[in-house]
């Protein structure tokens, strides 16, 4: 089946920096690619959708100037999480839409944590 | 978006039939349902997904009624590595916000 391949898997970072995570599909083109994150014990969160060649959309209360998404080719869609907080710690789950009845598929998830 | 609701948690034992229902009373025409298994620190994995009556594969089965209000996952013979988070999302392939879920436990 189709795959979508993130990462890092895991990256620590200091408060203040930018950190950036790609996500891909590996066997398939993707259109539209969706970003959420997630906290523990809780379900995930979409972000944002992104389309390839356009902007991003962002789900309210999703700050678009601090969760940064390009999606400039069919496979990859990145994002960039700038001057991280450490309320910014979180899982971060992509998405891409397989090529057949819209199945989605998901990255193996990003967990980030801000010192 | 229909807005989907299932219950926070069931337990159940190992070679039991497993049965996790979701409510989508506001499920629009152009919706499919889709359900997804989470494992801790994973992205989700798709499960089976239909549109209308009775979806099978090797892994589960999708009941729909004919108003397809609700969603019926069926999980044959559940084993200790089941458990885990259940989601059902009703989208249109546009909208794909997810609900609380449902955690499964199976006990030994």
């Known amino acids: 089946g189709a795959v979508v391949s993130q990462h890092p898997s895991r990256v620590i970072c200091k408060s203040g920096t930018s950190v950036k995570i790609e996500c891909r599909s590996l066997?398939?083109?993707?259109?539209?690619m969706f970003w959420y994150r997630q906290f523990p014990k809780q379900s995930l969160m979409l972000m944002a959708t992104?389309?390839?060649?356009?902007?991003?959309?962002?789900e309210q209360g999703v700050e678009k100037d601090k969760f940064l998404i390009n999606h400039a080719s069919l496979t990859l869609s990145t994002l960039t999480v700038t001057s991280a907080h450490p309320e910014d710690s979180s899982f971060y789950i992509c998405?891409?839409?397989?090529?057949?009845?819209?199945?989605?598929?998901f990255g193996e998830g990003s967990r980030l944590t801000v010192l | 978006l229909a807005k989907t609701t299932q219950p926070i948690s069931m337990d159940s034992y190992e070679g039991q039939e497993v049965n996790i229902t979701c409510s989508h009373n506001?499920?629009?025409?152009?919706?499919?349902i889709t359900w997804y298994q989470q494992f801790p620190s994973q992205g989700p994995r798709f499960i089976i997904q239909?549109?209308?009556t009775k979806v099978t594969n090797e892994v589960a089965s999708l009941f729909i009624p004919a108003d397809r209000k609700s969603s019926t996952l069926s999980l044959p013979r559940v084993s200790l590595s089941d458990t885990a988070v259940y989601y059902c999302?009703?989208?249109?392939?546009?909208?794909?916000?997810f609900g609380a879920g449902t955690r499964l436990t199976v006990k030994p």
């Open positions: 506001n499920i629009a025409t152009n919706d499919y």
């Open positions: 239909g549109y209308k």
């Open positions: 066997d398939f083109q993707a259109t539209t």
């Open positions: 998405s891409a839409r397989g090529p057949l009845d819209g199945e989605l598929f």
């Open positions: 992104s389309n390839e060649g356009s902007k991003a959309t962002y």
């Open positions: 999302l009703v989208h249109n392939n546009n909208d794909m916000r």
